[in-house]
């Protein structure tokens, strides 16, 4: 047993941490925090108890960081990895198009296949199919821009999609953005969840925010679904002196060209119920944002969640 090399006795606290982490075994942990002057011989006692066989359990390994995996959105598919492991994974979609993109995952259920889908995408959909899990990923990405979300993927077979409709309304899909994936089973440890600063839940048919107004800068919201129906959180940006339902009455088909007072700044896709997720949104010091549920609802011929009364919005502190 020897000391690790270069380490420097001059701070023997941080060695002895280092040494608490070598050896974690309470037995053998309790007799540490001693003066400067004894530290030395504490540290030779400590490690001639280790050389002695002190029955340490295996250190407990640090929980890995949320690996990711990243797609590039064109007008024409996605390029991206084909699979990886299930547990917390941070997705990320970089726009490379000229349209607003997403990268919204589903997970086959009941043995359906791509080739389902792809039927069903032939037919009017007045919601997410049940034979669909909702799984998340970056909505809302306009170009040129990158944004992450974090989910908790299972083991299974997906589909990478943007039914987002591009200016002709056809959704981007049916133009190749399109894109099978597959989940393996997690080998060894996986990364745990974020922490949050700010929780958002997605109920029937309504936002509930933590707190109104949160701080600037990079903000990681939680995202919970503890409604009936897949929902999603688009953020939107709004223009100074706009709110979410001036952003609303632009979007209208009957409004007045020119461009709504607010701009997409991503947020998550669709999550399914009892799921939750993650997202980092940079906020601006001062500035409202809103948030959108754009989900076909099943129970209403398909109405879009927002005109249920899925709309809300965040103030910025600042
Ligand atoms: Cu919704």
Redesign the pocket.
């Known amino acids: 047993m020897t000391l690790p090399s270069g380490r420097s006795l001059r701070n023997p606290q941080m060695f002895v941490i280092q040494v608490e982490t070598l050896f974690q075994s309470k037995e053998c942990t309790v007799f540490y925090r001693k003066t400067n002057l004894t530290i030395f011989l504490l540290i030779l006692s400590v490690l001639s108890l280790a050389v002695a066989g002190c029955q340490a359990p295996a250190p407990a390994a640090e929980a890995p960081s949320i690996p990711a995996v990243s797609f590039t959105a064109t007008e024409t598919g996605f390029s991206g990895p084909d699979s990886t492991p299930a547990g917390w994974t941070r997705v990320e979609l970089t726009n490379q198009g000229e349209d607003q993109h997403q990268a919204q995952l589903f997970r086959f259920l009941e043995g359906k296949t791509m080739n389902d889908l792809a039927a069903a995408l032939q037919g009017e959909l007045t919601g997410v199919p049940e034979w669909l899990a909702s799984a998340g990923g970056p909505t809302g990405v306009m170009p040129g821009a990158s944004a992450s979300t974090m989910v908790n993927l299972e083991a299974g077979d997906y589909v990478v999609i943007d039914v987002i409709p591009g200016p002709d309304g056809i959704p981007h899909a049916a133009k190749g953005l399109i894109k099978p994936f597959s989940v393996t089973a997690a080998s060894g440890a996986t990364a745990q969840a974020p922490d949050a600063d700010l929780t958002v839940e997605?109920v029937?048919?309504q936002f509930k925010i933590s707190d109104q107004t949160v701080a600037p800068g990079d903000q990681t919201i939680k995202v919970v679904n503890t409604?009936t129906?897949?929902?999603?959180l688009s953020l939107i940006e709004l223009a100074p002196g706009a709110s979410v339902q001036d952003f609303l009455a632009a979007m209208a088909s009957d409004a007045p060209a020119g461009p709504p007072p607010g701009m997409p700044v991503g947020g998550i896709g669709a999550i399914a119920t009892d799921s939750e997720a993650y997202f980092t949104a940079n906020l601006e010091a001062g500035k409202h944002y809103g948030l959108l549920?754009f989900?076909p609802?099943s129970n209403a011929d398909g109405a879009p969640?927002f005109m249920m009364g899925?709309v809300a919005e965040l103030a910025v502190e600042g």
């Open positions: 997605l029937d048919y409604g129906e897949p929902h999603e549920c989900i609802s969640h899925m």
